[in-house]
């Protein structure tokens, strides 16, 4: 139970946790009209939580996205309703209100910045995890630990890559352990291969490359020790790993076997 509240602690932006919280103590301080409907929607909150726990769900973000909109849903029925009775009694206070969400939606929007194009790796500014430049067999954290879109992101940044040197990817051939799809379907230099079609006979040539996600180590593949020709990263974070297969030939890699 304590780990899928970690989740959902991580998985909240910073502006809005201190929303939440700032929501619950006017809850406790105050009456409003629509307290008891708040107050109902962080309960049902709360108790989806528990039973995902309690019946052993593989909670990660994707499991808990109703917990977190009827948290946020009820935080902001408390909060719009206090500023609503906090300006109405001078409309001064206004102008400080709006200058307070303006400042809080420009630390939101820097805060999830560095997590773009898909802001599943997220994780508040606070929050640093001493493996962000390997990953281990059976080792979690709260945070997100990749689905299979590292595959379309870190394909990405090999493609350009190759626009740079061209003559190391020709004829090449990449080999992903984690399956996922390759964004946008179009004629290259390289082609793309499930490494579940080569096992026990992996090439390990100068020309074939393997796309290790954190995910797939974590599930119990060793990170080769080699050094990546490129990594994915969201903010120092690490997510993905390419090899050069004849890195992996030189430390007599062994792909888990």
């Excluded at 009456?31 to 309690?54: H, K, N, Q, S, Y």
Aim: net charge neutral.
């Amino acid at each position: 139970m304590g780990h899928a509240f970690e989740i959902l602690i991580v998985a909240i932006p910073s502006p809005l946790f201190i929303m939440v919280l700032l929501a619950c103590i006017l809850l406790l301080i105050g009456r409003r009209p629509c307290d008891a409907t708040a107050g109902f929607l962080f309960v049902v909150a709360l108790a989806l939580i528990l039973i995902g726990a309690l019946l052993q769900v593989p909670l990660a973000h994707r499991y808990l996205n109703t917990p977190l909109f009827l948290i946020l849903a009820a935080s902001l029925l408390v909060i719009l309703s206090s500023a609503q009775t906090y300006g109405l009694v001078n409309r001064t206070r206004n102008v400080g209100l709006a200058a307070i969400a303006f400042m809080a939606a420009l630390f939101l929007i820097l805060e999830t910045v560095p997590f773009r194009p898909l802001y599943a790796a997220f994780r508040p500014f606070w929050l640093n995890y001493p493996d962000a430049d390997h990953a281990e067999a059976g080792r979690l954290n709260p945070s997100w630990m990749g689905w299979g879109e590292e595959r379309a992101l870190l394909g990405e940044k090999f493609e350009e890559f190759c626009g740079r040197s061209p003559d190391i990817c020709r004829n090449g051939r990449i080999f992903h352990l984690y399956y996922g799809r390759w964004l946008a379907e179009r004629p290259r230099s390289f082609d793309i291969f499930d490494a579940a079609n080569v096992v026990g006979k992996e090439p390990l040539g100068d020309h074939d490359y393997y796309l290790f996600n954190r995910s797939r180590i974590v599930q119990g593949f060793p990170q080769p020790k080699s050094r990546p020709i490129l990594t994915l990263d969201f903010r120092g974070y690490e997510m993905a790993w390419l090899y050069r297969g004849s890195d992996l030939a030189a430390e007599n890699y062994g792909f888990g076997r």
